[in-house]
């Protein structure tokens, strides 16, 4: 945790993000120089974007523990936005946060301390970070590990400890809601599939409800149309989409916003076995509608189709947000850095845009259009699973909005954002993309 300080005693060394500070009056600012008897690094961030503040910190930060400081003390510039610094604390807990669970020699975490900080900013940074980093930690696990029981205790717990309401529904209570495209998808596996409803109801004003739907598949081999060796090694990570909106609806209660959002994942494993669900099949679903297989390793959709039926069905969500490792064609389209969204609710995806610019999570904005919705009829059944026609990242988003009925419906599609090979601005493995994106952009709409 972040500690505030007024004293420069008791840290290996100083870090000073900005140009100008009381502390260095007179003092000919270098990037790096001895100050009082100890090393200061500094950047001189206070003219860059909000993400290459970001950025510059983190490799600020990366360099004193390169050096081998364990104790370092951070100065802003006190000119620097109040979004500003929460964004960069947070991150700076988020790469303080390594996932070493399974190695033998784990990664020393750096005692980092803040120097004359408004309380206020470290405790909206904290917030935010542990929201972040317990989504990371969600993701991070293995398969064999983190499987939708699992996933489903570790929800109960965080929605206990945040004073959200939360029901686990077994599969014979996933049975009798008819969702069948879920089950379809879990049958291959001995791990039991997990349906998870949280709910905070802050805004009794209102009678907006936002759903928050993320994909659950805590592990995807692909089913029969089997990934490759290579392509499965990361697969655990397929469930980032639950873990989002997990953080997200914990994070929005510990802030006490004023909202009305509910969080829902179908959690399951997509396996093979003679149990399997096939190429071919003809399946239903929650809302009656019939669903042609035509790839049993676009299993995702089939998950959130139930899940967002439920949402606005059973629990009365006026809006839906759904996110998702969804699709490989977002990754062509947009690389890792950059999240799709297709969205047909103009309100929402403002207040997307404008959360956005807040976090720094970078999203770009993908089309309605009804004629790429047409090559998700089927001629055997009301819909396929799959399409042949391009534009995967908006025909998948487009099959899931048949499901959100007239409700308004935003899809993103994080399959290049959840999980990376680290950079400045994220951590190498989970990067708990969209917890922040969500729960800014939910506040956001309330306002």
């Not at 047909?344 to 904005?365: C, G, H, N, P, Y």
């Amino acid at each position: 945790m972040i500690e505030n300080t007024l004293s420069l005693l008791g840290h290996d060394v100083v870090l000073f993000l900005g140009k100008a500070h009381r502390l260095f009056d007179g003092v000919a600012l270098k990037d790096t120089q001895v100050f009082q008897d100890k090393v200061l690094l500094h950047a001189d961030i206070t003219e860059k974007s909000l993400r290459d503040k970001i950025k510059s910190s983190v490799a600020l930060f990366k360099k004193a523990k390169s050096l081998g400081y364990k104790k370092v003390l951070f100065v802003f510039d006190k000119q620097l936005d109040q979004n500003d610094i929460i964004q960069i604390l947070k991150k700076l807990e988020v790469f303080n946060t390594p996932f070493d669970t399974y190695l033998e020699k784990k990664t020393d975490v750096i005692k980092i301390s803040v120097y004359d900080m408004d309380q206020s900013i470290l405790d909206e940074a904290k917030m935010r970070s542990e929201a972040v980093n317990f989504a990371r930690y969600l993701v991070n696990e293995p398969g064999n590990v983190m499987t939708p029981t699992k996933l489903s205790t570790e929800a109960l717990n965080w929605a206990n400890n945040h004073n959200i309401e939360v029901e686990v529904y077994d599969e014979s209570k996933i049975k009798a809601l008819k969702m069948d495209a879920f089950l379809s998808v879990a049958k291959g596996s001995v791990e039991t599939p997990k349906f998870m409803v949280l709910r905070y109801l802050n805004n009794p004003e209102s009678s907006e409800r936002i759903g928050l739907v993320g994909k659950g598949v805590t592990y995807d081999s692909g089913g029969l149309a089997i990934k490759s060796t290579a392509g499965m090694v990361t697969m655990h990570s397929d469930m980032g989409g639950s873990a989002a909106v997990i953080g997200a609806i914990g994070l929005l209660a510990a802030q006490n916003a004023k909202v009305n959002a509910i969080a829902v994942v179908a959690a399951c494993e997509n396996m093979i076995s003679g149990s399997s669900f096939k190429n071919g099949d003809i399946i239903g679903s929650m809302s009656g509608k019939t669903i042609e297989v035509m790839n049993t390793d676009a299993e995702g959709r089939l998950t959130l189709a139930d899940a967002i039926y439920y949402a606005h069905s059973n629990e009365g969500a006026t809006r839906i947000i759904d996110i998702a490792t969804l699709t490989g064609a977002a990754i062509a389209a947009l690389g890792n850095q950059i999240t799709a969204v297709v969205s047909d609710d103009e309100a929402m995806f403002k207040a997307l845009e404008i959360a956005s610019i807040q976090t720094q999570d970078k999203v770009w904005r993908m089309p309605v259009d009804d004629e790429l919705a047409q090559a998700n009829h089927a001629t055997r059944a009301d819909l396929k699973n799959a399409t042949t026609v391009g534009a995967g990242t908006t025909t998948a988003a487009l099959f899931l909005k048949a499901f959100a009925d007239d409700i308004p419906w935003t899809h993103l599609d994080i399959a290049g954002t959840a999980y990376g090979k680290g950079t400045d601005f994220d951590p190498q493995g989970a990067t708990g993309v969209g917890v922040e994106l969500l729960s800014d952009t939910v506040k956001g709409f309330f306002k």
